[in-house]
């Protein structure tokens, strides 16, 4: 699949998915079509991740989107997974950015700025690949943002799940 040399591993499970972590009321979508809730509901349970078939999509002939995710304590992050379309349109994220506790990233800023890591992205319809991250990097975060800068090639990028793992610190935002 992979050939051994990938930045990232294919674990599964729900034991370190952080979604209770996550303030899923206040996650906030940029470019991205349909109503404010949508992008909330990629944010599911790992077993549901293919039964419920929300999703949110950029506008069409524009692949990018920022997704804005706050939590509700800090947290370590240690991977996330994205699930993109899953009909071959060549929708699904190829290059993200991520960056930490800043919740003012917009596209006027967004390319320019150093992001705190940046991933190539296979496409995954099955939620089967976890994109490690720099642990030294990714501690005491109280918002994660995601910044889609490309896909496979696709009029629009679709988003159906993303799941993240990590570890709640127990030290609640103020």
């Not at 089967?128 to 642990?135: A, R």
Request: with cysteine; glycine share 10%.
């Amino acid at each position: 699949m992979c050939g051994g040399t990938c930045e990232h591993d294919h674990e599964t499970g729900e034991d370190t998915i952080i979604l209770n972590h996550i303030d899923v009321n206040s996650i906030r979508g940029l470019n991205t079509c349909g109503k404010s809730e949508d992008i909330q509901l990629v944010f599911k349970n790992y077993d549901h991740r293919l039964i419920n078939k929300s999703s949110v999509s950029s506008y069409e002939d524009d692949p990018e989107m920022i997704i804005h995710i706050p939590f509700t304590e800090q947290v370590k992050l240690k991977s996330f997974c994205i699930i993109g379309d899953s009909c071959g349109k060549g929708e699904a994220p190829h290059r993200v950015k991520l960056f930490i506790n800043n919740d003012s990233i917009d596209f006027s800023d967004a390319d320019d700025r150093k992001a705190v890591q940046e991933f190539d992205l296979n496409e995954d319809y099955e939620g089967d690949l976890w994109y490690k991250v720099d642990g030294n990097k990714f501690h005491n975060i109280h918002s994660l943002c995601i910044y889609v800068y490309d896909n496979h090639g696709g009029n629009k990028t679709t988003i159906s799940y993303i799941g993240l793992k990590g570890v709640g610190s127990g030290v609640k935002k103020e």
